[in-house]
């Protein structure tokens, strides 16, 4: 955009020129504004209330090993529901039998305890010893 300003003798006007940024700092707002928003959906798409924990400083960089259970108490074991019955056969199969391997369970805070804990009994059952309750970083 150019704007003119006098000169002294009020005759004649110099043009300044300047780039207006404000429109890409616009665009760039709310580009930042969608990638906040759709980062955290793409983590997981099934969709758990999970309370508050604290942050730790090793995240595991290999294929992890999900199961979720929903506030309704329905068991996922990555993305696929599965019946609590057969929840240790399938972890097994997924694993090929790497007890070793850690199981990341994720479990709505609304959902009662004792389910959560027949979860883990599930699994640690099955052979897994290493079983973490994943729950939300504190903001």
Do not use: C, H, W
Not at 1 to 10: D, E, L, R, Y
Not at 28 to 50: E, G, K, Q, W, Y
Not at 89 to 99: D, M, P
Not at 113 to 128: N, P, W
């Amino acid at each position: 955009m150019a704007f003119s300003s006098p000169k002294k003798n009020g005759n004649k006007r110099a043009v300044i020129s300047e780039i207006n940024i404000t429109p890409f700092v616009d665009v760039l707002l709310v580009l930042l504004i969608i990638f906040m928003v759709a980062a955290p959906m793409l983590t997981s798409s099934v969709d758990v209330n999970l309370p508050q924990g604290v942050e730790t400083a090793n995240e595991e960089k290999l294929q992890t090993i999900t199961v979720s259970v929903k506030s309704d108490g329905a068991i996922f074991l990555q993305e696929d529901p599965v019946k609590s019955t057969i929840l240790a056969t399938r972890l097994k199969e997924i694993s090929a039998n790497n007890f070793s391997r850690k199981i990341f369970v994720r479990a709505d805070k609304a959902l009662d305890y004792g389910k959560v804990m027949d979860v883990v009994k599930t699994i640690s059952l099955a052979g897994f010893a290493q079983v973490v309750l994943v729950t939300e970083i504190p903001k």
